[in-house]
């Protein structure tokens, strides 16, 4: 990202990441029209709106074949949860879309531009439109929570070290990490973490934030206010959030859109169709996840940790 | 069975082939993401430190315990034939064309080769490889080459430190524990060693060394199994097969140029 255009990102949205959700949504272009799709692929929706396009991917490790044909897209500036079964590809549809991997067949298209066909040089700047949240955090472990969310900053930007670190410093605040610039992630707990990841991830103004399972292993606490935090980044900046996850609870608090990946394939709902869905996988997700909220406490479990 | 083994021997060799060539692209990587900017300085500096200054202690203990132990040993062999006086002659030549390169590469991919591979693999089980990547920054360059540098840089100077130590272990004990003259010592040592041959041939095994145990060492964490068990096999496999390989490339490089 070059610095003159990131300074004017940074210009457009002084302040901070809060700022009221109907100014941001003017400046992206979402369109608010919430227009059901019950299946994979283009359907009746805009083609414009989809940011990210899968389209007849297939990949197999060795023996095992994750993806086969799918087809599936990721709306322009809204909140797409991925659900599915462990094992059932969400990560690696993440890496594709993030391209860690290259798909054996089909394309992945992120703004336009198909990542399977670029080269390894071009495939690192593509990236620049792109941030990542990994599951574990994935912060380098031999640098302070300071180095680690202004690395970005520094490989892509021409600003100052002042002013890097009062940017750095801004970000860290935002995710409610107030004077943690010198700690190593070691001695930061789990949902402190993944928030420091966030907000690294998002530091260079990405226009595609994907979320690895943001919320597993974590309090129902940390759970809210990473679901807050992920909430105000999609309303005021417009980003596009892909997540996955298999906590239904704060799926359907967050969720704009439904990806549910089964046998290869991929189903896009909004959330309406997803809960009244009668696919047999969708139907069979939805119940056992279900059962797993059904004590008397249910209500202070609410947004726990995710099962399994 | 026989077929089994002719079919398990091929297998071996066409992945000795494949490893070969896939670490020949990695070292060109290496070497391109090392010259072309922007150039690290800082990470080379703190690398050159893990790598150097901590291994500092190790490299000056063992040098002058296998200095001492090899005018020991020389003093018994020489005496029979009156010859003592030689000491000097005689570990100072071991000493700086085969022992000095050979052991300080050994300790250094135990010490410190180890450690790399080892915290590469780790940091590939963590993502924090695909973290990087994620971010626009290719491993390679951040975090590959300065480790495979600082290995290069490090190697000659630890090797010629060695061989100061092992002169000085075997000095002291000569003239303090066997009664030789020093000066005889010294005499002997000065005579028989010459520098374009001995020394720079020493610091070349040294400089080929430093660039094997370095892009071994990257390239068995690099491309270790993302788990645990990845992890511990890469870094046996690094000083399993940095060690052998420096005994055979020493034999090679001594073999072709004779130094």
């Not at chain 1, 070059?2 to 949205?13: L, Y």
């Not at chain 2, 390169?101 to 250094?108: E, Q, R, Y």
């Not at chain 2, 135990?110 to 790399?116: E, F, K």
């Not at chain 2, 964490?221 to 005994?247: D, H, K, N, Q, W």
Request: hydrophobic content about 45%; overall charge negative.
């Amino acid at each position: 990202m070059s610095g003159a255009r990131f300074g004017s990102r940074i210009g457009s949205r002084v302040g901070s990441l809060i700022e009221s959700r109907t100014e941001l949504r003017v400046g992206s272009r979402v369109d608010e029209d919430e227009r059901g799709v019950e299946t994979a692929g283009m359907g009746r929706e805009d083609a414009e709106e989809f940011r990210v396009t899968l389209d007849g991917v297939h990949l197999s490790f060795g023996e095992r074949r994750v993806f086969d044909g799918l087809s599936v897209g990721f709306l322009r500036g809204k909140i797409t949860v991925v659900l599915g079964g462990s094992g059932g590809g969400k990560s690696t549809l993440l890496r594709l879309i993030g391209g860690l991997q290259r798909p054996d067949e089909g394309s992945v298209r992120v703004a336009g531009e198909d990542l399977a066909q670029l080269s390894n040089r071009d495939l690192f700047r593509a990236r620049d439109r792109i941030g990542m949240l990994f599951q574990g955090g994935a912060l380098l472990d031999s640098m302070t929570l300071f180095e680690n969310v202004a690395l970005p900053l520094q490989e892509h930007t021409d600003l100052s070290p002042d002013d890097i670190a009062a940017e750095v410093t801004r970000r860290l605040d935002a995710v409610g990490l107030e004077n943690t610039e010198d700690l190593f992630p070691r001695q930061l707990s789990g949902g402190m973490v993944r928030r420091a990841a966030l907000a690294r991830a998002v530091v260079t103004d990405p226009e595609i934030v994907l979320c690895d399972e943001p919320f597993s292993g974590l309090d129902p606490i940390n759970v809210r206010r990473i679901e807050n935090l992920m909430v105000e980044l999609n309303r005021s900046l417009g980003i596009t959030l892909i997540l996955t996850s298999h906590h239904v609870q704060s799926a359907f608090r967050m969720a704009d859109r439904f990806a549910f990946l089964v046998d290869g394939k991929a189903y896009t709902a909004t959330p309406e169709a997803f809960r009244n869905s009668d696919h047999p996988a969708v139907v069979e997700f939805l119940e056992a996840e279900s059962d797993d909220f059904v004590h008397p406490h249910a209500a202070a479990t609410d947004g726990g940790a995710s099962p399994g | 069975m026989r077929v089994q083994s002719i079919e398990n021997l091929g297998f071996k060799v066409v992945n000795l082939v494949y490893h070969l060539g896939a670490m020949t692209l990695f070292g060109f990587q290496v070497l391109r993401a090392t010259v072309t900017p922007k150039l690290r300085f800082r990470r080379l500096a703190d690398e050159v430190f893990d790598v150097g200054v901590l291994s500092l202690a190790i490299v000056c203990a063992s040098g002058a315990a296998v200095g001492a132990v090899l005018g020991l040993q020389s003093y018994l062999a020489l005496v029979r034939f009156g010859a003592e006086e030689s000491i000097g002659a005689l570990v100072g030549l071991s000493m700086v064309r085969e022992l000095g390169p050979v052991f300080t590469a050994l300790l250094v991919t135990g010490r410190a080769g180890s450690a790399m591979t080892a915290e590469i693999a780790s940091m590939k089980t963590t993502e924090q490889l695909d973290g990087l990547r994620m971010m626009s920054v290719d491993p390679i360059d951040f975090v590959i080459s300065p480790k495979a540098t600082a290995m290069f840089l490090v190697m000659p100077l630890l090797n010629a430190l060695f061989i100061s130590f092992a002169l000085f272990g075997a000095y002291v004990v000569g003239t303090a524990l066997l009664g030789i003259d020093g000066g005889s010592f010294l005499t002997s040592l000065e005579t028989s060693v010459n520098f374009d041959e001995d020394i720079v041939g020493s610091f070349i095994k040294a400089l080929v060394f430093g660039t094997m145990v370095g892009l071994l060492a990257t390239y068995r964490g690099y491309t270790s199994e993302p788990t645990s068990a990845g992890v511990s096999a890469a870094t046996t496999g690094t000083v399993v097969i940095a060690s052998v390989s420096i005994l055979l490339v020493d034999y090679i490089i001594t073999a072709l140029w004779g130094f």
